[in-house]
């Protein structure tokens, strides 16, 4: 063990081979510290925050080592991959000292917050022969893969229209200020409000829609800030807080995705079909029953989920998602023994995708510079 590494008993039994490190101890950590034990291809060798009270906070509730400093962590021989969990300002330069360290990274949305920092880091990463992987990984669980291999299967004819909603529910109401994660730790609101819901929230569904309906040809979309915000010193630079865009994708569906932390929660998805109508009722739950509904009077049925892995390790809260999921299917790329379900290529059109509908103003037309080969379902999905 590194004499940099806190000597803090591990909850694992340290046999597993892909050993991954966590970088980042705050609210989102205990998602993926929950979830983790789902995934015994995957050794926690330790944490690190550059906050040392989050890292004894984190370190002391879940019983895992940590890391006196970044560099510590990066030199241990026994971390194959990042997973980073800082704030969004802090991702390109930690993953770019991650893949300088010769390390795989798994990085928590958004991959970065600007487009061509985001190629830097997707060519250096390919140049070291090294694996980078974004979050979210929702397209990775039972109801998107049930959902995609409906429409593949025809379930309701040739889909023409989407309706995909995103509303967190009126944010600024609710007492956030008390929400706390399991190890101690505040939701980041500063953060969030800072870089809006649009880059938080948008990534959920197109992950889903360009996975479905292969790349988006040009996108309209607006963007704005509708209500100040009582919760933020005065001059804190906010994002917007409504979103709305409308996609064409180059396989012929149009798309209109709406995000927004004002109206009444809806995680929905509707695929509109020549021949009915597939609904999804909510993104942030793997499990989400998925219907088809073939008559417009009809009653919905509900399509038969596909067998995804078990997930006995759950977080205790309203994201019911197996968030190391994509850890371990980054650990799958880095292995090569099948294609990858979250190609870079394709997070990285999800990435300009999401930048430029925040980043809209009054109104935008754009057409996406980047692209990505067909993105393969899960094998137990096919």
Known sequence: MPEDRLDLQDHQDGTAPFGVAFVGCGYVADLYAATLPNHPSLRLTGVHDRDPARTAAFTAHHRVPGYRSLDALLADPAVDAVVNLTNPESHYEVTRAALLAGKHVYVEKPLATDLERARELVELATGRGLRLASAPCGLLGTAAQTAWRALREGRIGTPRLVYAELDDGPILRMPFHEWISPSGSPWPYLDEFETGCTVEHAGYWLTWL????????????????????????????????????????????????????????????????????????????????????????????????????????????????????????????????RPTGLPLDHALHVLELTLAISGAGPGAVIRPTTTFAPVPPMPWAR
């Open 210 to 337: 360009t996975a479905f309906f292969g790349p988006v040809r040009e996108l309209t979309a607006f963007a704005t800030l509708l209500a100040p915000n009582p919760h933020v010193p005065p001059g804190t630079p906010l994002a917007p807080d409504f979103s709305l865009a409308v996609l064409s994708f180059e396989s012929g569906v149009t798309a209109r995705l709406t995000t927004s932390i004002h109206a009444p929660k809806d995680y929905s998805l509707r695929v509109i079909g020549d021949d009915g109508l597939l609904t999804v009722a909510d993104s942030w739950q793997y499990d989400s029953p998925v219907t088809v509904r073939r008559h417009p009077d009809g009653v919905p049925e509900t399509v038969p989920p596909a067998e995804g892995p078990a997930r006995p390790f759950r977080y205790p809260g309203t994201h019911d998602m197996d968030f190391a999921r994509g850890v371990a299917e980054l650990a799958v790329a880095a292995g090569g023994s």
